[in-house]
């Protein structure tokens, strides 16, 4: 039996058995990582805070026929306020919901890890809509699908004035409404998709949020076939 130590988030935990978990991490190390935890459904289990959602920790991995089990975990960072906060708890599964889709086991990715540490710990005291925004457009892009903000893909011209365009969810680009294919996407959310990615366009609106998360939401399961519960409900809840 071989031990492994990773630095990883718990993106997912799965009850199995009567006591047992079965946990879905994403480490640094290693990329993403099924690994069992023994015990956690007991009263007062010494590694329950290692199955709980968004536990950043250092966990020791058992490996035995390909099969990994916890043994012992050290936390770095509980993120607890994304607890507390039924908005906040959503915006942060919907985090975890995305890196499980655009990660594979066995293939580290370290740059969508530390994507997701540091956007649920900007999420604690901060925006979590327009945080959640900015870092599906991040890690969109590090795993090929990225979304272009640029000026209409067929003529050239500049989009953040332009009443009517379209998006194409095969390119992943905007155009104005005469210049291509695509469904109809208002300017606001074009501007707000373009504010989370670091070009400020004066007053956001929690409408104009909704309505950027919408589209990603769509151009997310379209890309990947993924199910997004959970960010389907932050949009709700918003
Ligand atoms: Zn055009």
């Not at 332009?162 to 992943?172: H, L, P, S, Y």
Request: hydrophobic share 40%; charged share 20%.
């Amino acid at each position: 039996m071989d031990n492994i130590k990773v630095n990883a988030l718990m993106l997912r935990a799965t009850d199995y058995l009567e006591n047992d978990k079965i946990l879905t991490l994403l480490s640094a190390e290693r990329g993403k990582i099924t690994a069992g935890i023994k015990g956690v459904k007991k009263a007062g289990a010494k590694l329950k805070f290692a199955a709980q959602p968004f536990c950043f920790a250092e966990y020791v991995l058992a490996e035995r026929g390909g099969r990994y089990t916890v043994t012992q975990a050290s936390e770095s960072e509980s993120f607890y306020e994304l607890r507390t906060d039924v908005n906040k708890f959503y915006a942060a599964c919907a985090v975890c919901e995305a890196a499980i889709a655009l990660t594979y086991e066995g293939d580290g990715n370290s740059e969508i890890f530390a994507d997701c540490v540091r956007t649920l710990s900007s999420m604690c005291g901060g925006d979590e809509a327009l945080t959640l925004i900015g870092f599906l457009l991040s890690v969109l892009r590090r795993s090929g699908y990225g979304v272009s903000l640029e000026n209409c893909f067929a003529c050239g011209s500049g989009l953040t004035s332009a009443n009517k365009m379209r998006f194409n969810m095969d390119t992943g680009s905007f155009c104005c409404w005469n210049c291509g294919i695509g469904a109809g996407a208002s300017s606001v959310t074009y501007n707000v998709l373009r504010a989370a990615d670091g070009h400020p366009c004066g007053e956001i609106t929690t409408a104009g949020k909704k309505r950027a998360l919408k589209l990603l939401k769509e151009y997310l399961a379209y890309k990947t076939d993924a199910k997004l519960n959970s960010l389907h409900e932050f949009i709700n809840l918003i």
